[in-house]
């Protein structure tokens, strides 16, 4: 069965007085095959003492859903041998325990989001590989973000890509976002899925084997 190896990137800033200003950048390893995933849940900590604020990126769990059953098991470690420290069902990816990693179930949210103004730019690179870069309009409720956004057209297919009605227009995935502030002079926010391996490494093969037993042997209540 395909296996998919990725790393999620976050990267957010605080606008004021039209700078940008680092928030945080963390980035987080999802691994998946045939409707089971585990990634890593990272937080951020901040350090304050009389003379400097510090903030680091920490890794806060490793969560294994089960798509075809809507159960979630979360784990203190990356190990063929770790315990289970919480399982539960869900089917909204608004609810978690802890946020982060990818949404993989429907938004249960009346919010809406729609997209206008689909421009293609021009034909570039992204991470060495051939990509295009289009913009557009991404309208949610009342705010609207504009976005810079890149493809990777050998990724076809794919479940993970951001915007996937423009990604079904232009036919390509978009794998990395750039999202400005309305008038456009500010980034806010970039989001970046990097494609790592098609094949797991050994470790990550003895955790998912081992994990899918858990499943079986702890189902949830």
Same mark, same amino acid.
């Given at each position: 069965?395909?296996?998919?190896?990725?790393?999620?990137?976050?990267?957010?800033?605080?606008?004021?007085?039209?700078?940008?200003?680092?928030?945080?950048?963390?980035?987080?390893?999802? /691994?998946?095959?045939?409707?089971?995933?585990?990634?890593?849940?990272?937080?951020?900590?901040?350090?304050?003492?009389?003379?400097?604020?510090?903030?680091?990126?920490?890794?806060?769990?490793?969560?294994?859903?089960?798509? &075809?059953?809507? /159960?979630?098991?979360?784990?203190?470690?990356?190990?063929?041998?770790?315990?289970? *420290? %919480?399982?539960?069902?869900?089917?909204?990816?608004?609810?978690?325990?802890?946020?982060?990693? /990818? !949404?993989?179930?429907?938004?249960?949210?009346?919010?809406?989001? @729609?997209?206008?103004?689909?421009?293609?730019?021009?034909?570039?690179?992204?991470?060495?590989? !051939? @990509?295009?870069?289009?913009?557009?309009?991404?309208?949610?409720? @009342?705010? &609207?973000?504009?976005?810079?956004?890149?493809?990777?057209?050998?990724?076809?297919?794919? &479940?993970?890509?951001?915007?996937?009605? *423009?990604?079904? %227009?232009?036919?390509?995935?978009?794998?990395?976002?750039?999202?400005?502030?309305?008038?456009?002079?500010?980034?806010?926010?970039?989001?970046?899925?990097?494609?790592? @391996?098609?094949?797991?490494?050994?470790?990550?093969?003895?955790?998912? %084997?081992? /994990?899918?037993?858990?499943?079986?042997?702890? !189902? *949830?209540?």
């Amino acid at each position: 069965m395909p296996e998919e190896c990725l790393r999620l990137h976050h990267t957010v800033y605080n606008t004021f007085k039209n700078e940008a200003k680092l928030d945080f950048d963390l980035s987080e390893n999802l /691994w998946y095959q045939d409707s089971v995933s585990i990634t890593q849940i990272c937080g951020i900590r901040d350090i304050q003492t009389a003379s400097i604020d510090t903030t680091f990126v920490e890794t806060l769990l490793y969560r294994l859903i089960d798509m &075809r059953k809507n /159960w979630i098991y979360e784990y203190q470690n990356l190990s063929d041998t770790a315990v289970i *420290v %919480a399982s539960y069902a869900k089917a909204d990816s608004i609810s978690f325990r802890l946020p982060g990693g /990818w !949404p993989f179930f429907k938004s249960k949210s009346k919010d809406t989001l @729609s997209i206008d103004s689909l421009r293609f730019i021009c034909d570039t690179t992204l991470r060495g590989a !051939p @990509s295009k870069k289009y913009t557009y309009i991404q309208k949610y409720n @009342s705010s &609207r973000i504009f976005v810079e956004a890149f493809t990777c057209c050998d990724r076809k297919g794919s &479940r993970f890509q951001y915007d996937s009605m *423009v990604g079904k %227009a232009i036919g390509c995935p978009i794998v990395k976002k750039f999202m400005f502030n309305e008038d456009r002079t500010i980034v806010q926010r970039i989001r970046e899925i990097e494609y790592l @391996s098609n094949v797991f490494p050994d470790s990550i093969k003895r955790v998912f %084997a081992a /994990w899918k037993q858990n499943v079986l042997k702890y !189902p *949830v209540e």
